[in-house]
């Protein structure tokens, strides 16, 4: 995608003038951060992972990004804020082409799917916003608005029901601000630029009727896009190293096949191929440009009562350059563009080609378009004894407009069998009539996708009475969500249409029982404190389901905390994942070997026929977690903090699409390959897709994938987060350093309950996951640096004589940020800069002989550099 800097520049600037527009009038005193008034207690505030107020979630760890950590960082996105956080498993990366073209941004915890991973807005679920996901879509707030993320790294269904299988990450917005605050940035890197303007503005009162404030903030963001031709790390020919060549024969410049001879054009020499890269021109990065808007307010009615609102608006745009996929055409003497090889009497051949020629580029152009509302509002009532009664309710809905062009098969066909100039395929020149063209190339997938879900709920909570070691706590809730998913388009000339919904009725409960404390502490129980959680849910489609949680904090001395959890989670399949249309797509035997490539079966690669879309066998996923930590507030080293937490998940019934690139060698999914099926397996299976790219007359079928989204068995997985933190001042400002990370013991995964444990580990799953922080401020300076860290992974991959393995180095970065806050007088007041330098080496990723040469995560970006200001007023 182009990028049109300058007028989008211009939009985005006017578009952040315009919030602080709410600034206007009387001057406000202006406070650094939030202001005074909105500085919440602990006893005002709900932590995530509970529903009591002023209880922490007992017995889980708590992981935590403050404003200061977001600053720190330098992140424009959600995305990029992310990647910072060593448990996610978008850790040091950039969003790939992968993602954005599915529209959504969607990170899991822990190695596990991302679909076990809830994300939340100010503790409440979220409408999903990509073609290929029902799961709730992670927020895009304008990066001034966050005021923390909570990430609960525990099961918690017992509280927020479906999906909080391995955890929640719940973006907490800032709720009261007097005054403007002003951001930009810009970066670049090798082929890449990215711009980012925000702005926010709010105001507090205080009126007859009581305490009120209104807060808004807007974001525009946008960057450029990275293809394979941009970064020279890429492979595509692994015969030096032990592999094979990917390369694919489907190219620009055409191979005939006569009598099994390649000819290789435009000489046609006998026993000659073109080989080209299919990757060269596909994103890595795609183009990406985000609006977004947020508006909060507040309004106290009396003493007892206050009333809230927020909206949250994004509107975002993924251009991605897609490859061309290969095609081969039969052509006859008949046809006028036939060619014949130098001497040969052929009067028939099979030609190879990528249709260049007739696209008019060498990618097709993939548009993905979201925008998305986020609505909430409700009262918060103060009741007798201290209670809270909080009533609200959401609406949340989401439009996606996807865009993929395609080669129409059956006008391809047709144009091959053509015997005039007119009506005929030229797959080796410019002869192709237009309007031949046109039949060829206007050929698409077009799908406009509507989700919305609508939720009524309400809690109590308060103290039922005390205890020796303190307050017993207790919240009640029920709740009430409707979600509806729509779709219209086509595949090609199919029409898709699609209506699902459903209707969950849930009630969950919540006890905070403080069993010793000050008043009443024993040696080696200082403190101990339990929760018991429980939620009933009902599903319309799934039936009903319960899940309990316990947990527990045992303090054996000041300072020291031991804590522990035990719990269910469950995931019921999304809309999509049960009723999404099945696509049937077709690659013949050359473009499977570089697409599909089946080790199993050397250089003898088959035409391919693979299915992908909904399942209405699915059933809900499960899982049994537990968790068992440490921390460590040492009484005499106040400025140290130091956590570890061992963490088991047992996960069955899993949801997903087989990868690719893995169901060949990976038992887990040997029940979706079918090698030279038979003719009742394929009619089978094609009997419930719509046909996308399906040849006619189909050729024989040397592989038949089911890729549809299915329950694949267990995932087992148990390891360590840790996190260590220390700041200390000095003469000078201070000095801070910490290290936080995840370390997997064991990644076990089975097709089913009964079925040979494959150890997963390291397969694709990196074992260790790091970021070490060091920085100093020193007066208006402050500088720190960060090293990120991803252990190898091991993987097989083809060689001539069959399969081996390979294992792929870590991956080290390195990140630098100072920041310079300028003298507080004059135009200068209230000024900072900052100068930041992502991957400062310009680190290639590891080595693999497979996908591109590259094993495992990374940022294609690479050495990134950014210059940001930020201005309050």
Not at 168 to 194: C, H, L, P, Q
Not at 311 to 340: C, H, M
Not at 355 to 383: E, I, M
């Amino acid at each position: 995608m182009a990028v049109t800097w300058r007028a989008t520049k211009q939009i985005a600037l006017t578009g952040a003038s315009l919030v602080a527009m709410l600034a206007a009038g009387p001057a406000l005193a202006q406070t650094s951060g939030a202001s005074a008034a909105g500085e919440a207690t602990v006893d005002e505030i709900v932590v995530t992972g509970t529903s009591i107020r002023g209880v922490p979630p007992t017995g889980s760890n708590l992981i935590g990004v403050t404003r200061e950590d977001i600053k720190a960082v330098g992140a424009a996105t959600a995305p990029e804020l992310l990647a910072s956080v060593p448990q996610l498993n978008s850790f040091n990366t950039a969003p790939r082409a992968a993602n954005a073209g599915a529209g959504s941004f969607a990170p899991g915890l822990r190695s596990l799917p991302a679909s076990a991973t809830l994300p939340l807005l100010n503790g409440h679920r979220l409408v999903a916003g990509g073609a290929n996901e029902t799961n709730p879509d992670f927020p895009f707030v304008p990066d001034l608005a966050i005021e923390r993320v909570e990430i609960v790294a525990d099961g918690a269904s017992s509280i927020y029901g479906s999906d909080a299988i391995a955890g929640v990450v719940n973006f907490i917005t800032r709720k009261r601000y007097s005054g403007v605050e002003m951001s930009a940035r810009y970066g670049v890197a090798e082929d890449y630029e990215s711009f980012s303007v925000s702005g926010l503005a709010g105001r507090d009162w205080a009126g007859e009727w009581g305490d009120g404030s209104i807060l808004a903030a807007y974001q525009y963001s946008e960057n450029g896009n990275v293809t394979g031709a941009d970064r020279d790390y890429r492979i595509v020919d692994f015969r030096p190293f032990g592999g094979v060549d990917t390369r694919g024969t489907s190219c620009p410049s055409p191979n005939l096949v006569v009598g099994g001879v390649v000819h290789a054009a435009p000489t046609l020499t006998p026993n000659t191929t073109n080989y080209c890269d299919v990757g060269a021109p596909v994103d890595l990065v795609p183009a990406s440009r985000l609006h977004s808007a947020f508006v909060t307010a507040r309004q106290d009615v009396g003493e007892r009562v206050t009333l809230w609102g927020d909206l949250l608006y994004s509107d975002r745009k993924d251009a991605v350059q897609a490859a061309i996929p290969g095609q081969t055409v039969t052509l006859t003497a008949a046809n006028p563009f036939f060619r014949a090889p130098a001497g040969s009497a052929a009067t028939a051949g099979t030609v190879f080609f990528r249709p260049d020629n007739l696209v008019g580029a060498d990618h097709f152009d993939q548009t993905y378009h979201v925008k998305a509302g986020n609505s909430s509002a409700g009262a918060d009532v103060l009741l007798p004894r201290d209670f809270n009664l909080s009533l609200y309710g959401t609406y949340d809905w989401s439009r996606h407009v996807a865009f993929q062009p395609m080669i129409n098969p059956v006008a391809l066909a047709q144009a091959a069998a053509g015997t005039s100039p007119s009506t005929a395929l030229d797959p080796f020149g410019e002869g192709t009539a237009p309007t031949v063209v046109q039949a060829i190339t206007d050929y698409s997938t077009s799908v406009t996708i509507k989700q919305r879900t609508k939720v009524a709920a309400a809690k109590i909570d308060g103290p039922l009475f005390d205890l020796p070691a303190g307050e017993l706590k207790i919240a009640a809730g029920v709740e009430y969500r409707k979600e509806t998913f729509q779709q219209r388009g086509f595949v090609g000339v199919t029409p898709v249409p699609e209506n699902l919904g459903r209707d969950i009725k849930s009630v969950y409960g919540e006890l905070f029982v403080p069993v010793v404390g000050d008043a009443n502490s024993a040696p080696l129980i200082h403190r101990l404190s339990l929760s018991l959680s429980g939620r009933y849910d009902h599903y319309s489609d799934f039936g009903s389901t319960t899940n309990p949680k316990v947990g527990v904090n045992w303090d054996p001395v000041e300072g020291v905390t031991i804590r522990g959890t035990y719990g269910r989670s469950f995931r019921a399949p999304g809309l999509r994942d049960v009723g999404a249309t099945v696509g049937a797509y077709y690659l013949d035997a050359v473009t499977a070997g570089v697409a599909a490539r089946d080790p199993t079966r050397g250089s003898a690669q088959v035409n391919t026929v693979y299915l992908l879309g909904g399942n209405k066998d699915l059933q809900p996923e499960k899982a049994e977690t537990y968790s068992l930590g440490v921390d460590w507030r040492p009484t005499f080293l106040p400025e140290l903090r130091a956590g570890v937490t061992f963490y088991s998940i047992d996960f069955t019934d899993v949801i997903g699409t087989p990868p690719t690139a893995m169901v060949f060698t990976d038992p887990t999914f040997s029940s979706v390959v079918y090698r030279d099926p038979t003719a009742a397996q394929l009619s089978g299976l094609l009997a419930i897709a719509v046909p996308v790219n399906l040849p006619t007359p189909l050729p024989t079928v040397g592989n038949l994938l089911d890729l549809r989204r299915g329950n694949f068995g267990v995932r087992k997985t148990n390891g360590l987060d840790f996190d260590v933190n220390y700041r200390r001042a000095t003469d000078f400002g201070a000095v801070f350093g910490g290290v936080a990370g995840n370390y997997i013991l064991k990644y076990d995964t089975r097709l089913s309950p009964t079925a040979p444990v494959s150890n997963s580990l390291r397969l694709g799953v990196p074992r260790a996951t790091v970021r070490t922080t060091l920085g100093a401020t020193a007066g208006p300076v402050s500088v720190v640096g960060f090293v990120n860290y991803r252990d190898g992974v091991t993987n097989t991959y083809a060689t001539p004589t069959g399969l081996s393995q390979y294992e792929a180095k870590s991956y080290t970065t390195v990140d630098l940020r100072l920041n310079w806050t300028l003298p507080d007088a004059g135009w200068t007041q209230g000024t900072e800069l900052a100068l930041q330098v992502n991957d400062v080496f310009d680190e290639e990723p590891p080595f693999f002989p497979a996908t591109d040469g590259i094993g495992g995560g990374y940022n294609p970006i690479g050495r990134f550099v950014a210059v940001n200001l930020r201005k309050t007023f």
